[in-house]
C-alpha cells in the first residue's frame, strides 16, 4: 500500500508573498464561497421539505462568514429590523394580532400542541381555553447538516487553496 503525501510548500511561499489584507481577502472569499454551497443546499432541504416556500422565507436561510475568526455560520436566525424603516427581518410573518413571528425556527423544530389561558372576568362567564394547533418538524437544517458534514472540510481546504492561487495571480505574487 502506498502512502500519499502532500507537498504544499509552494503553496506557503505564495501564501507569504501576500501581504495581510490580500490573505484576508483570500480566505474570506474561500469561506463566502464555501457557506453559499451549503446555504444553497439548505434551500433545496427547505424546499423539498413539504413546507410551502416562497422567496421572503428562503432569503431567511443566511450565510455568515465570522469577521475575526476563521469560519462561517449558515443559519435561519432572523436580521434585527433596521430602527428607523423596519427593513431587515426576512423570515417572518405577521401573525393576527401584528407581530412579527419567526417562521423558519419553528418550521425546523416544530411546535408542541398548546391551548389559550381560561378567561374569567366580571361581566362574562368562564370560558374554557382552545387549542391554538401545533406545526410539524420539518427538519431542513438537520437534514443538511447531516448532508454536507464530512465534505465541507475536503471541499473548504480546495476553496482556500484555489481563492489564494487566484488572489496571488492577481497580484502578481506566482
Not at 141 to 155: A, F, L, N, P, Y
Request: proline share 1%.
Amino acid at each position: 500500500m502506498a502512502v500519499l503525501q502532500y507537498d504544499d510548500k509552494n503553496l506557503f511561499r505564495m501564501f507569504d508573498a501576500l501581504d495581510a489584507k490580500q490573505r484576508l481577502k483570500a480566505l474570506k472569499g474561500a469561506f463566502r464561497r464555501e457557506a453559499n454551497k451549503v446555504r444553497k443546499t439548505a434551500i433545496n432541504n427547505l424546499r423539498s421539505s413539504g413546507i410551502r416556500t416562497a422567496p421572503d422565507m428562503e432569503r431567511g436561510i443566511r450565510a455568515i462568514v465570522f469577521r475575526r475568526k476563521a469560519g462561517f455560520r449558515v443559519t435561519i436566525g432572523t436580521k434585527a429590523a433596521n430602527k428607523k424603516t423596519g427593513k431587515g427581518e426576512k423570515g417572518m410573518h405577521l401573525n393576527r394580532q401584528g407581530l412579527k413571528k419567526p417562521v423558519l425556527i419553528w418550521a425546523e423544530g416544530g411546535t408542541s400542541e398548546r391551548r389559550t389561558k381560561n378567561q374569567t372576568s366580571y361581566f362574562t362567564r368562564l370560558r374554557k381555553g382552545h387549542s391554538t394547533g401545533r406545526m410539524k418538524r420539518y427538519g431542513f437544517m438537520s437534514k443538511t447538516e447531516d448532508q454536507v458534514r464530512g465534505t465541507v472540510t475536503q471541499s473548504l481546504h480546495e476553496e482556500i487553496m484555489n481563492n489564494i492561487q487566484r488572489i496571488a495571480k492577481k497580484y502578481g505574487c506566482t
